[in-house]
């Protein structure tokens, strides 16, 4: 058995599999490739099947899970001591793995680590799921280096370096497989969105670190199965952001921060109908409707993870962004 894993999750995914998926076996000699099938419609095990029968091995599900429980579904069946949980529309480089797989090896507190997140369509830009490192503001909202709300910036250089990161991107993390475990995987109830940052802080809680390098590089296309015009993906956003809040805040911070989200996203919900977007102003309103049912059960896993990691948080990146007009955050 190898060292690390190399586990992709797919869902009627054969054209992004057969345009990213060679870069993989060419740059993954070092370790064993798995890709979980979320009951696929297309053909997509068939052709994996034919094409690269000793190159990879297929873990079938047996109904579409989503991302978060297809993960957990699948890499129960996934043995290696490290896993780099990659996204079927990624294309790595040469020695992606190498650097990662060294820090994971060699740093018993750190859990996680990312790679520079390049955009595919973009080469010469950060991607805007990861970039160079997730973070969370003063109210909980995720941004990385590298991208602010809809601001791509180009890549000269500026994060060549390997610095703590609050989480890292679920596009292509590098994982402890007994630190994932131990945490709990990602949270089912999720389905996908931010099950990533929910993950990370739950490492977090549990003393661990996680880490970015620029010392490994990816490409990723993004919006592959969900693109941003989807009210679905609206949906899942906000009530997968106010989830992750409510089981991750400290009890202190927790009233404070929970109202102004509300308040928030009740005018993100009119800024969409004033765009003539109604329907996700609509999915604002579904997302509050669950995230007040599920109430009862999210206290419960409070008790269950016992928050005690208070995150370094900067000014609100929205006032930093829409008032001050920052175009990038400077601390972090």
Not at 61 to 69: C, D, E
Not at 215 to 226: A, D, E, M, Q
């Amino acid at each position: 058995m190898k060292e690390i894993a190399v586990v992709i999750l797919n869902y009627n995914g054969r054209n992004l599999l057969q345009e990213f998926l060679p870069s993989v076996i060419s740059h993954s000699t070092e370790a064993s490739i798995y890709v979980i099938d979320n009951r696929s419609e297309d053909d997509s095990v068939d052709w994996l099947k034919t094409q690269y029968i000793d190159q990879l091995t297929v873990i079938s599900l047996s109904k579409n899970y989503g991302f978060a429980r297809g993960y957990n579904e699948g890499l129960t069946k996934v043995n290696e001591p490290y896993w780099c949980l990659l996204n079927s529309d990624v294309r790595v480089t040469t020695n992606y793995i190498s650097r990662p797989l060294e820090v994971l090896k060699t740093n018993p507190d750190i859990a996680a680590v990312q790679p520079k997140v390049r955009s595919e369509r973009q080469p010469d830009y950060f991607e805007y799921a990861g970039a160079a490192g997730g973070f969370l503001d003063y109210l909980g909202y995720p941004y990385c280096r590298g991208r602010l709300f809809q601001r791509i910036e180009k890549d000269n250089g500026q994060y060549d370096d390997e610095i703590e990161v609050f989480w890292t991107t679920g596009a292509c993390m590098f994982i402890k497989r007994s630190a994932f475990e131990e945490a709990g995987g990602f949270d089912t109830t999720y389905f996908a969105h931010q099950e990533e940052i929910d993950l990370c802080w739950r490492l977090h809680h549990r003393g661990l670190k996680l880490l970015y390098t620029s010392k490994s590089t990816v490409y990723h296309l993004g919006g592959s199965t969900l693109t941003n015009h989807n009210p679905f993906k609206t949906y899942l956003n906000f009530r997968n952001s106010l989830f992750t809040l409510v089981k991750n805040l400290l009890a202190i911070e927790l009233p404070f921060i929970i109202l102004n989200r509300l308040v928030l996203d009740g005018i993100a919900g009119i800024v969409f109908l004033f765009q003539g977007k109604p329907k996700h102003t609509l999915a604002i309103i579904k997302a509050h409707f669950s995230f007040y049912f599920a109430l009862p059960r999210l206290v419960k896993q409070r008790r269950s993870i016992q928050p005690r990691f208070r995150m370094r948080k900067p000014l609100s990146i929205v006032i930093q962004h829409f008032i001050l007009n920052r175009k990038k955050i400077l601390k972090y």
